[in-house]
C-alpha cells in the first residue's frame, strides 16, 4: 500500500465568483424574502479579492435630492428621489452617471468609469464641469457590501440570480438608471 494521495485544495472562495463582475445583476430569487432585499435588483459596482459592493436599483425612497444635493438635481433621472442602495452606510452617498456618448471618464478622478457609458460620480465635484459630461445620475443612499467569499455561498443557496450585463435580459433594462424602477424585479426571469 502507497502513500494517500494528496487530497485537493480547496477552492479559494474568492476564487468562485460564480460569473460575479462588476456590471452585472444580483436579482433577489423568489425565495429570498428577508425584507432588506425580498424583489430587489442589484447592480455590482465592484467585485474584487476584497469584496463585492453593489446597489439597489429598485428602492427608491421618498426623499427628494432637491432637498439635500440641490446642485446635482437638474441631473438626476427620474424619479428624483435618492435611491436606498443597501444596508451599508446609509449615510453616505453613491452616484453612478450615464456618461453622454463618446465621453469617456479618466483623468481627474471626479468620473471613474465602471464600464460602458457608466461611472461613478464623486459628488464633491462641480455640478457645472460635469453638467456637460453626463445624460443622467442616479443617487443611492448607502450600499450592499460582502467580503471576499461572503458572496458565493449566497448564490450557491440560491438567494441570487447572477445576470450579465448584455444591454437586455428578456426586455428588461440593465441600466442602473432605469424611468421604472419600482417594477424591475417583475422583468426578470426568476430561474
Request: proline share 10%; charged share 25%; glycine share 10%.
Amino acid at each position: 500500500m502507497g502513500p494517500p494521495e494528496p487530497e485537493a485544495p480547496p477552492e479559494p472562495a474568492a476564487g468562485r465568483d460564480h460569473g460575479v463582475a462588476p456590471g452585472c445583476l444580483l436579482v433577489a430569487s423568489p425565495g429570498l424574502v428577508e425584507p432588506e432585499f425580498e424583489r430587489t435588483v442589484l447592480y455590482v459596482v465592484e467585485h474584487n479579492d476584497a469584496g463585492t459592493l453593489a446597489v439597489k436599483l429598485n428602492r427608491p425612497s421618498d426623499t427628494a435630492v432637491r432637498d439635500v444635493l440641490p446642485n446635482w438635481d437638474h441631473l438626476v433621472a427620474a424619479p428624483k428621489v435618492f435611491f436606498a442602495g443597501g444596508p451599508v452606510k446609509r449615510d453616505a452617498a453613491l452616484c453612478i452617471a450615464v456618461l453622454h456618448s463618446g465621453v469617456r471618464a479618466e483623468g481627474d478622478g471626479e468620473l471613474r468609469s465602471l464600464g460602458g457609458r457608466l461611472a461613478l460620480l464623486d459628488l464633491d465635484a462641480d455640478p457645472a464641469r460635469i453638467t456637460p459630461l453626463v445624460d443622467g445620475i442616479r443617487i443611492f443612499a448607502g450600499y450592499c457590501g460582502w467580503l471576499a467569499g461572503d458572496l458565493g455561498p449566497e448564490i450557491e443557496r440560491n438567494d441570487w440570480i447572477v445576470r450579465r450585463d448584455d444591454g437586455v435580459v428578456q426586455g428588461a433594462t440593465t441600466s442602473p438608471i432605469t424611468a421604472d424602477p419600482t417594477d424591475l424585479w417583475a422583468q426578470f426571469p426568476q430561474r
